[in-house]
């Protein structure tokens, strides 16, 4: 039955309106209301909003707290970069080219923190890090090496660096999925080709793998980066509340901080716009950096 213009498009906008709808619900709404809230003094509960101009972004440019929070952000998305996409990297070559019989079982090993909630990995790492029954302590002192235990999350110097490992234990998982779909998809003609030519599994990996898997790669490193810049506050909420002494606070935790806590939801919502400025500019500016052209042998 041949359709005429009108009912393709009136079966396209049923289709996409309700998909539409939601995106206006749930992104856009949020979005343009907390920019409206940056310009008010409000606790969030009240019905009086007093309306102060720019005096939040004023404050947020004065507030000795705010820097910290953008470096220690931008400290976990770097590090959780290079150690997901490291790792992820690593296990999904071995799992597909070392042609393990156990590689189904080890994909659901990996695969299985992404499927805990990140309240749930925060608890259990606070077990972990615990300094008189914690396995880190423990197992420091049964090899002999009592003096590097530590109040892992109750010093300002190392609380930061101990929320790193399992944010990368949490994420290892469905990366390394991703890239072995890729990996699957090379063809072994290509391998073969560098076997004839005398290649080392290095530079296959060099020169055939990576290449070849970077669409992945690149997918890969923006979502890590956009899911920590916007959603590293819960591990953080979870794990230290943003102590000792403001010491791991991030961007997200400090608005959590800011609206919910102390009621200023004002500067909460101001705190929301900077983080999504930031966001934009680091996922602009990675794209440059990461744009490679298509690879085709």
């Known amino acids: 039955m041949v359709q005429s213009k009108k009912q393709k498009y009136t079966f396209l906008a049923v289709c996409l309106l309700p998909t539409f709808i939601m995106f206006c619900i749930f992104t856009l709404y949020p979005l343009f209301s907390g920019l409206y809230y940056s310009f008010f003094e409000w606790s969030g509960s009240s019905q009086v909003k007093t309306f102060i101009g720019l005096d939040n972004y004023i404050q947020l440019f004065n507030d000795v707290i705010v820097p910290d929070t953008i470096v220690h ?22 799992l597909t080219q070392l042609k393990i019989k156990e590689a189904p079982f080890y994909r659901i090993v990996f695969f299985f923190p992404n499927i805990m909630s990140v309240v749930v990995i925060g608890i259990l790492w606070m077990f972990i890090y615990n300094p008189t ?22 010093s300002e110097t190392w609380a930061l660096p101990s929320l790193v490992l399992p944010s990368i234990w949490a994420g290892i998982g469905l990366f390394m999925l991703m890239l072995m779909g890729g990996i699957s998809n090379i063809s072994k003609s290509y391998y073969e080709a560098a076997d004839m030519d005398g ?11 990576l290449p070849l898997v970077w669409p992945q790669v690149k997918i890969s490193i923006l979502y890590i980066v956009i899911t920590t810049l916007n959603g590293s506050f819960v591990i953080v909420q979870v794990m230290t509340g943003g102590g000792p002494n403001n010491s791991t606070h991030v961007m997200g935790s400090y608005l959590y901080q800011q609206a919910f806590v102390q ?26 950096v990461l744009r490679r052209d298509k690879v085709e042998y």
Not at 73 to 94: E, P, R
Not at 133 to 141: C, D, I, K, Y
Not at 199 to 209: Q, R
């Open 263 to 288: 009621f200023n939801f004002g500067y909460g919502a101001t705190i929301g716009v900077m983080i999504l400025v930031l966001s934009l500019i680091t996922v602009l500016l990675l794209q440059f």
């Open 133 to 154: 029954m914690g396995l880190v302590n423990s197992g420091l002192e049964m090899l002999g090496l009592g003096d590097w235990a530590k109040p892992w999350l109750g």
């Open 73 to 94: 952000d931008y400290f976990l998305v770097v590090t959780k970069v290079i150690g997901i996409m490291i790792m992820a990297m690593f296990f999904a070559v071995a």
């Open 199 to 209: 290649a080392s599994e290095w530079t296959k990996f060099w020169k055939v793998t």
